[in-house]
């Protein structure tokens, strides 16, 4: 029943401490990888750099300027070419991350192939918002 919920309950004296389990991560990588794809495939890769940022993470609007989040994908991103391939390296789940409020995201990173760079990496964090149970980019970066 609990790997059913995806938590599992440790119990100190009188505290509960909710743990992430294996199959909940496993979970959570997936949902976060497709809603990451879906992101890069509809905002990135087309390019539509403004709607890209409406639909990042609040965390990530909170932190970052709509016209310097677009300024820097025309910058970087663009003249990189357009989009021609995109593979899986690595998903992580993590509970924390450096600089920002304990939660639940997922680190994953693609081998992508653009028109003009035949080997580029992307790492796109995502980051599962607490009121709406749903997976936002919260930072992107392509090499």
């Known amino acids: 029943m609990l790997q059913r919920l995806g938590l599992a309950i440790l119990l100190t ?3 509960v401490t909710l743990l992430p389990t ?3 991560a496993q979970t959570a ?3 976060a990888t497709t809603a990451a794809t879906t992101w890069l495939q509809s905002y990135i890769d087309t390019p539509r750099y403004a709607d890209a940022y409406s639909w990042a993470a609040t965390d990530f609007r909170v932190k970052v300027e709509q016209a310097a989040f677009v300024d820097a994908m025309e910058r970087f991103r663009r003249p990189l070419g357009s989009f ?3 593979s899986l390296v690595s998903r992580v789940y993590k509970t924390t991350l450096e600089g ?6 997922v680190v ?3 081998q992508t192939r653009l028109s003009a760079k035949a080997a580029a990496k992307e790492v796109i964090t995502m980051q599962k918002e607490w009121w709406n149970g749903r997976w936002w980019p919260l930072g992107y970066t392509i090499e």
């Open 13 to 15: 004296g009188a505290t």
């Open 22 to 24: 294996a199959a909940h």
């Open 29 to 31: 990588e997936e949902a």
């Open 84 to 86: 021609i391939s995109r």
């Open 100 to 105: 920002a409020p304990d939660g639940e995201y």
């Open 108 to 110: 994953i990173e693609f």
